[in-house]
């Protein structure tokens, strides 16, 4: 289907060439805020009102639809478009406003109700949300302070602000997510470009169903690591575009169904297993720990990683936070942190990464597992550790207190599923898609979704 055809689709929908023009759509561009991307979700009769209302805004591409929370908790939305645009009000249903290029607005609340103001103190009236923010040609996209999206903007009050929805396409979504996720914009790794676009494409398909009703927390993923990296239109780039256009509509099968594409960003040699990686995961056949090593040189493939190799160096505040930390997730309520006199390594796992790191303090000793050793070791900034598969190199003592420690690891992520940058190592080495993709989930066969 082309896209002019897919537009033609899309803007069939009531009320889309309906309604009066305001006085807002002469407004200056206003300030950017930022938002962070929680897990508030709409109130429940507002999203009885998304879930009413979302038929009359039907993205009709013939692809999936995702809904991407870009923000959440925002007490205003500032919303416009690159070129002429419309902001429909009851989920699509009619025109609130209609705006030209870069005309700022934004979007206010007040309970379940919203409305589009301005700095000069124009405004709508109160409506009953979610507003829909949708570009009125298809060379034009929306924009959410400065970022630019395609598909439309959801702005739909929740319990505890506002709640932004990016609603597309999901192989425009892929467009905004592969560029983040492997981070190369090379030629020669077009094959793991590839391979990421799949990978990436079966993640998403196994979170966003086939059918186009609103999911009841607003949203299917976040735009953030906690789903898959995703920046819109700025992510895009033409030799991606191109590896997901070589792959449009394929993801991973395993025994027939589209299964989850877990990936990370260096692995360190081996793959890791989910039980490993987060306690709770689910083993499956296709996500094994294997081995990701060059039989050519004997070194792993993602080598040329900047953090295949790592150091990280804790002081005795730093080790007293982690003991902290650790302990407050773990429901403990105490206010001094105890004095660390060992850590040493319990037990690893198949991968050979760390299962359990074990503490001993002035007050006990206390195991960590390895999911939570990742989240209790951090750095001065606040960074979690960049894998579990580290030794444990120093400890500097005074007396039998530890007053530093330094661990040295490879890998840097969970270790779950695809390596990236063994993926591009592989790429370099003449691998096709197929072969890289069959390395990391065996057993797993390329097939279209639908």
């Keep these: 289907m082309t896209r002019a055809h897919a537009w033609r689709r899309l803007t069939r929908t009531s009320g889309l060439l309906l309604?009066?023009?305001?006085?807002?759509?002469?407004?200056?561009?206003?300030?950017?805020?930022?938002?962070?991307?929680?897990?508030?979700?709409?109130?429940?009769?507002?999203?009885?009102?998304?879930?009413?209302?979302?038929?009359?805004?039907?993205?009709?591409?013939?692809?999936?639809?995702?809904?991407?929370?870009?923000?959440?908790?925002?007490?205003?939305?500032?919303?416009?478009?690159?070129?002429?645009?419309?902001?429909?009000?009851?989920?699509?249903?009619?025109?609130?406003?209609?705006?030209?290029?870069?005309a700022a607005w934004r979007v206010e609340r007040s309970g379940e109700t919203l409305r589009l103001a301005a700095d000069n103190g124009?405004?709508?009236?109160?409506?009953?949300?979610?507003?829909?923010?949708?570009a009125g040609s298809i060379r034009h996209v929306v924009q959410h302070g400065t970022k630019r999206y395609r598909g439309e903007l959801w702005v739909t009050a929740t319990d505890s602000g506002l709640l932004v929805v990016n609603r597309v396409p999901v192989e425009d979504y892929l467009r905004g997510v592969v560029p983040l996720e492997l981070g190369t914009r090379e030629p020669r790794?077009?094959?793991?470009?590839?391979?990421?676009?799949?990978?990436?494409?079966?993640?998403?398909?196994?979170?966003?169903?086939?059918?186009?009703?609103?999911?009841?927390?607003?949203?299917?993923?976040?735009?953030?690591?906690?789903?898959q990296v995703y920046g819109g239109v700025d992510a895009e780039h033409p030799v991606v575009d191109d590896a997901i256009g070589a792959t449009s509509g394929l993801v991973l099968r395993f025994n027939g169904r589209v299964v989850d594409g877990p990936y990370s960003s260096s692995c360190g040699g081996r793959t890791a297993t989910p039980s490993e990686a987060w306690g709770?995961?689910?083993?499956?056949?296709?996500?094994?720990s294997v081995s990701d090593v060059d039989p050519r040189t004997g070194r792993p493939w993602c080598d040329h990683s900047p953090r295949h190799a790592w150091s990280a160096e804790f002081d005795e505040p730093l080790l007293r936070q982690a003991i902290m930390r650790h302990l407050g997730a773990r429901g403990s309520t105490g206010s001094t942190a105890p004095s660390v006199q060992a850590v040493s390594i319990g037990r690893r796992s198949t991968s050979g990464r760390v299962a359990t790191l074990v503490v001993r303090t002035d007050r006990g000793s206390v195991t960590m597992t390895g999911p939570e050793i990742r989240s209790a070791l951090r750095d001065a900034r606040g960074a979690i550790l960049a894998s579990t598969y580290f030794e444990v190199d120093r400890e500097a003592?005074?007396?039998?207190?530890?007053?530093?420690?330094?661990?040295?690891?490879?890998?840097?992520?969970?270790?779950?599923?695809?390596c990236q940058w063994g993926a591009m190592g592989r790429a370099r080495a003449g691998q096709d898609v197929r072969t890289i993709l069959r390395a990391y989930y065996p057993?797993?066969?390329?097939?279209?979704a639908d």
């Design 122 to 134: 124009d405004a709508t009236p109160w409506r009953q949300g979610p507003l829909v923010v949708r």
């Design 19 to 102: 309604g009066a023009t305001v006085g807002l759509a002469c407004w200056s561009r206003t300030g950017t805020p930022s938002g962070t991307v929680g897990t508030a979700s709409a109130s429940p009769s507002a999203t009885a009102a998304l879930a009413r209302d979302s038929a009359a805004g039907v993205l009709d591409t013939g692809d999936r639809i995702a809904w991407i929370a870009l923000a959440a908790r925002e007490r205003t939305v500032p919303v416009s478009a690159t070129g002429e645009f419309v902001v429909l009000e009851r989920g699509g249903r009619s025109v609130l406003a209609r705006g030209r290029a870069q």
């Design 443 to 448: 057993g797993t066969v390329v097939g279209f």
């Design 397 to 418: 003592r005074r007396g039998d207190r530890v007053t530093g420690l330094t661990l040295r690891g490879v890998g840097n992520g969970h270790g779950v599923g695809m």
């Design 189 to 227: 790794d077009a094959a793991a470009l590839q391979a990421q676009a799949i990978a990436a494409r079966s993640y998403t398909y196994v979170r966003v169903p086939a059918d186009e009703r609103m999911p009841a927390s607003g949203y299917h993923m976040t735009a953030t690591v906690q789903h």
């Design 280 to 288: 709770t995961g689910t083993n499956h056949e296709y996500l094994v």
